[in-house]
């Protein structure tokens, strides 16, 4: 077993055991902070898969950004019967089996595919993946109509946020 | 070197437990966080076959990026839902959500 594995599954176990922290503890600013902790375990399973830009807008975008906006929205709702009661509903083993099945489902079906245990390609010497992936957002042969439509669905959001919370009395 | 099957059975995994969230979870809040859960996994996915497939293919990466852009429009829309229903309703909980017009 190689460090690269050990790695990999030492982050893991957090990640998995930090998401199962955000789905059952009843405090929810304690569900927001494992959150960012599943989010940190993502960033660094996108550094061992050579995607660091990715890793670093995972932790600015996602933690520095999202995960306080949930923070936000726990303290601005907060209320003493949601504190005490019941974090899940009384159909919560229902869920569990769905996500059981959801989970059993997947694995069988990938087990099935022929490339599900192949080994990544070395990179060649002198790729750029930055570079690459500013020119595939940037270029018309590439993606720039996605890049634009994801640039006016976040001002459609923006707007729709700021009128939905906007305190009309 | 990590076997593709790794990643994939880590972003399943990653993504049950989100959807357990999504079904299970009492306060509205909450289920946002597990499509969070959700989102993520699937970004797993999109990285992993970017790097173990065609490696010159930015579309894995590209299409990641967008999906970081749509995880952040719906935080901000999802949470601004939640807040103005708490404000006239006095609650977050989903099942005491149960008119359609107030």
């Known amino acids: 077993m190689t460090g690269e594995q050990v790695i990999f599954l030492i982050v893991g176990a957090v990640t998995l055991l930090s998401g199962f922290m955000v789905v059952t503890v009843r405090n929810l600013v304690h569900a927001a902070l494992w959150l960012v902790a599943t989010l940190f375990g993502v960033a660094i399973v996108y550094t061992l898969l050579n995607a660091g830009f990715l890793a670093v807008v995972q932790v600015v975008v996602y933690i520095g950004a999202i995960a306080i906006l949930f923070i936000f929205a726990v303290m601005l709702t907060r209320r003493e019967a949601a504190e005490t009661g019941a974090p899940l509903n009384n159909n919560w083993w229902v869920g569990a089996l769905m996500a059981g099945l959801t989970f059993s489902g997947l694995v069988y079906l990938l087990q099935t595919w022929s490339g599900f245990s192949k080994t990544a390609s070395t990179i060649p010497s002198g790729f750029d993946a930055i570079s690459q992936l500013g020119a595939a957002l940037t270029s018309p042969q590439g993606y720039v109509l996605p890049f634009e439509v994801a640039s006016v669905l976040l001002l459609a959001a923006l707007v729709g946020a700021v009128y939905l919370a906007f305190n009309k009395k | ?102």
């Open chain 2, 1 to 102: 070197m990590i076997p593709l099957s790794w990643y994939l059975i880590l972003a399943a995994g990653l993504f049950s437990i989100g959807l357990f969230g999504v079904l299970s979870r009492r306060n509205a809040v909450a289920i946002l966080l597990g499509v969070e859960l959700m989102l993520n996994a699937i970004n797993i996915n999109l990285v992993a076959f970017w790097r173990y497939g065609d490696i010159s293919m930015m579309a894995g990466q590209v299409f990641a990026i967008i999906v970081f852009a749509v995880a952040a429009a719906e935080v901000a829309v999802g949470l601004a839902l939640v807040i103005s229903v708490y404000r006239r309703r006095n609650t977050v909980v989903a099942e005491e959500l149960d008119l359609l017009k107030w």
